[in-house]
């Protein structure tokens, strides 16, 4: 199985909004609601921002929210803060009961 | 409180072998997933397997198959990840997490990471 696409870099301004997309197939994102999206700063684990595509764990600032569109998901951060700073990866579930990552974006903050 | 702990780090030689592990505590051990996440050098995630400690059942990513076992002992907890033959390239962090409720896909909980270096 193939990573899932992200682009390599995204960047944005203080107060700007940027948007992350995540590429898969029929046989991962296209098949389910299960796609993740995890922040991961330097030096530390993930973190869980967005599961079933657009849900927001508790304590995730609502800056964050996610989308899908046949094989195609995305996370939007609104208002972008200077701590957005960050990898950010997605994930999906797979027909065959695997999870693939995407290759993951790094977020600069300009 | 729900918590991960992993074995510390570990430098090995190739062809030794290796079994890190990762401790639960503070929730229902043998009702949740545990999943092992590869992070080789400045590189991204990898989803490497599962494990169903309440049965041992496992699942496997094609591209971990027969590289690596996940196994369990429920008395203490614990989810293991061992390699018998080490390799320069499985040179890594790697992560346990735990999915939310029946999930097997969205880890809410990880734990801090043990770093594995391979060399000669």
């Known amino acids: 199985q193939s990573a899932l696409t992200q682009p390599a870099s995204v960047s944005g301004s203080p107060g700007q909004s940027i948007t992350i997309s995540c590429t898969g197939t029929?046989?991962?994102?296209?098949?389910?609601?299960?796609v993740s999206w995890y922040q991961q700063h330097s030096g530390k684990a993930p973190k869980l921002m967005i599961y079933?595509?657009?849900n927001r764990p508790s304590g995730v600032s609502n800056r964050f929210s996610g989308s899908k569109s046949g094989n195609t998901a995305s996370l939007t951060i609104s208002g972008l803060q200077a701590e957005d700073e960050a990898d950010y990866y997605c994930?999906?579930?797979?027909?065959?009961?695997?999870?693939?990552f995407g290759g993951g974006t790094k977020l600069t903050v300009l | 409180e729900v918590q991960l702990v992993q074995s510390g780090a570990e430098v090995k030689k190739p062809g030794e072998s290796l079994k890190i592990s990762c401790q639960g505590s503070?929730?229902?051990?043998?009702?949740?997933?545990i999943a092992w996440v590869r992070q080789m050098p400045g590189r991204g995630l990898e989803w490497m397997g599962v494990i169903w400690p309440g049965d041992s059942g496992t699942k496997y990513s094609p591209s971990f198959q027969g590289q690596v076992t996940i196994s369990v002992d429920k008395s203490t907890s614990t989810v293991y990840l061992q390699w018998s033959r080490l390799k320069a390239s499985d040179t890594a962090m790697y992560y346990c997490?735990?999915?939310?409720?029946?999930?097997?896909?969205?880890?809410?909980?990880w734990g801090q990471g043990t770093l594995v270096t391979v060399s000669s």
């Open positions: 079933d595509v657009s």
């Open positions: 997490a735990r999915p939310r409720g029946s999930s097997t896909n969205c880890y809410d909980r």
């Open positions: 503070g929730y229902s051990f043998t009702n949740y997933w």
């Open positions: 029929s046989n991962d994102v296209g098949a389910y609601i299960y």
């Open positions: 994930s999906s579930y797979t027909r065959s009961s695997t999870v693939v």
